[in-house]
């Protein structure tokens, strides 16, 4: 039971099925590896991507600026979330001076490809690095989901109070699961792939 929290009612069940992973993945990293704080600058890379948008998410509910580095077709998608856009092209350090010149206090990488290094340009004096898919980096702490009661529901209690919405971007039947890998491959979808069992 350790494993159970409630369904959010607000959430449908899709959207609560694609809640638990990427809620924890992102509320660990926010809360716990990278200690996110009011009044604090958090850069997020892969900002509109399953994880990142629920990271975006809880740090401007816990009151930090957020900046989210991801392609430019997805800024709007990222201003609803109450992230400002920096794109995820070789400007993204000099838009992040811009937009605060005092540094960056940390940053979230959930996408790899040498963004480490980009933000290490963006930010003065960034302590602070975690990820989700590059740990070569010694600066950079890893982050990987735990099943930890505590955080499961007060994952959902963010949904439930309406700071916290996974995004859907395709629900398929389990037995087109073959597609849904293929789908999630392609790294080119706006949120989470579900798969519904049954009618």
Same mark, same amino acid.
């Given at each position: 039971m350790h494993a159970l929290a409630p369904k959010p009612a607000a959430l449908s069940w899709e959207q609560a099925a694609a809640l638990p992973l990427t809620g924890l993945t992102a509320y660990q990293a926010i809360t716990r590896v990278l200690d996110v704080r009011p009044g604090e600058s958090l850069l997020v890379h892969g900002a509109a991507g399953g994880v990142g948008s629920m990271a975006v998410q809880i740090a401007v509910a816990r009151g930090a600026t957020v900046l989210g580095a991801d392609a430019a077709d997805r800024a709007e998608f990222l201003r609803g979330l109450g992230a400002t856009p920096v794109g995820d092209d070789e400007q993204v350090a000099d838009r992040v001076r811009t937009i605060?010149?005092?540094g960056i206090d940390a940053v979230f990488d959930t996408v790899g490809r040498g963004m480490l #290094?980009?933000?290490? /340009?963006?930010?003065?004096d960034?302590?602070?690095y975690a990820s989700t898919v590059d740990i070569t980096d010694p600066r950079t702490r890893p982050v990987?989901?735990?099943?930890?009661? #505590?955080?499961?529901? /007060?994952?959902t209690e963010l949904a439930a109070r309406g700071?916290?919405?996974p995004h859907v971007g395709a629900v398929l039947p389990l037995s087109e699961a073959a597609d849904a890998h293929r789908l999630a491959a392609t790294r080119h979808g706006k949120g989470r792939i579900v798969l519904r069992i049954g009618a």
């Open positions: 605060v010149p005092g #290094a980009r933000a290490t /340009a963006a930010g003065h960034v302590t602070r990987f989901a735990r099943l930890v009661p #505590a955080d499961l529901h /007060a994952v700071h916290l919405l």
